[in-house]
C-alpha cells in the first residue's frame, strides 16, 4: 500500500499510526505544511525505510508564515522531497495569492537550482497558475498533482508537461474527480490519502486505506483492481529514481526503495 501524500504530523497520536504502517508495510511519503515541522516529523518516522518526509509550505498557510521560505531554501539540500507547497485560489485563500506564487516560484527555483526535486504540489483553484510556474521552471523536479481538481483542459496541459497526480478515496467520492481519474496517465498515478483532513465516517483516513480508491479507480478504468495495484507498485518504484518529469536517474539510488 502507498500514500503518497499524508500529513502524518497532524494526526492526534502519530506514533500510533507508525505503528499500523509499520504492521503493514505502507509506503507512505509525510508532507509537511511548514518547514519547522520538518526536522521533528523526521525525528518522529527515525530510521524508517518506507517512510520519507517532504519538506513543504502549504499555500493555505503562506499569507502567516511567508518569511520560512527563506528557512525552506536552506533545508532543500537535505530532502529530496518536497511537498506541501503549491497554490491555493479559493475564495479563502485569494487574497494572498500574490505572496503564494512568490513562495511557490521561489521553491521552483531553488529545486531547480539544486538539480530537481520530487514534489507534491496543492492546486486548488489555482491550476493554471501552478501549470505556468511549472511550466516556466522545467527542471525544478518531478511534479505530482495532489487531488488534482482542474478542468480537464487544464488536466491534458498538466499531463503535457509531465506532471505525475496523486488520487485517493476523498477525491474518488465526487463524479468530477472520478472522471479526472479516467482521464489521468496510470503510468504517472500514485495513490493518497491527504488525511488526517479526509475521514472515513468520522475517523481520519489511515494510510492505509488509500487503496480503498483502488475499485472506483479500476472500474473508472475498466482494468482489474489487482493489476492496478501493480502499475501502482512500479510507478512508485519509478518516481524514486527520478530527477526530472521524463529522464530516470541511473547515477542515483533510489530513496525510497521498495521491495516487493
Ligand atoms: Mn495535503
Redesign the pocket.
Known amino acids: 500500500m502507498i500514500d503518497f501524500?499524508?500529513?502524518l504530523d497532524l494526526y492526534p497520536d502519530p506514533q500510533e499510526v507508525l505503528r499500523g504502517i509499520d504492521a503493514r508495510g505502507t509506503y507512505v511519503l509525510a508532507?509537511t505544511?511548514t518547514p519547522k515541522a520538518w526536522r521533528g516529523t523526521k525525528k518522529l518516522v527515525g530510521e524508517r525505510k518506507r517512510v520519507r518526509v517532504a519538506l513543504g509550505l502549504?499555500p493555505e498557510v503562506v499569507g502567516q508564515r511567508h518569511q520560512e521560505v527563506a528557512l525552506l531554501c536552506g533545508l532543500m539540500p537535505e530532502s529530496r522531497y518536497v511537498?506541501?507547497i503549491g497554490l491555493d485560489g479559493s475564495l479563502q485563500h485569494k487574497s494572498t495569492l500574490d505572496l503564494q506564487q512568490k513562495v511557490f516560484t521561489r521553491i521552483l527555483a531553488e529545486s531547480a537550482r539544486l538539480g530537481g526535486r520530487i514534489m507534491?504540489i496543492?492546486s486548488r483553484g489555482a491550476a493554471t497558475a501552478v501549470l505556468d510556474a511549472l511550466e516556466s521552471e522545467p527542471r525544478a523536479g518531478v511534479p505530482i498533482l495532489?487531488?488534482f481538481s482542474g478542468t480537464k483542459s487544464e488536466l491534458d496541459r498538466a499531463i503535457a508537461l509531465g506532471c505525475w497526480f496523486s488520487v485517493g478515496p476523498a477525491m474518488m467520492r465526487s463524479s468530477k474527480g472520478r472522471e479526472l481519474a479516467s482521464l489521468m496517465p496510470l503510468d504517472r498515478m500514485l495513490t493518497?490519502t491527504?488525511a488526517p483532513?479526509t475521514k472515513s465516517g468520522p475517523a481520519p483516513l489511515m494510510p492505509w486505506q488509500a487503496y480503498d480508491c483502488l475499485s472506483a479507480v479500476a472500474a473508472a478504468r475498466e482494468i482489474a483492481e489487482h493489476d492496478l495495484g501493480g502499475i501502482i507498485r512500479r510507478n512508485l518504484r519509478r518516481i524514486t529514481q527520478m530527477n526530472s518529469p521524463f529522464e530516470l536517474l541511473h547515477h542515483d539510488k533510489p530513496v525510497l526503495t521498495p521491495n516487493y
Open positions: 501524500h499524508c500529513h508532507v505544511t502549504h511537498g506541501e507534491t496543492h495532489h487531488w493518497e491527504d483532513f
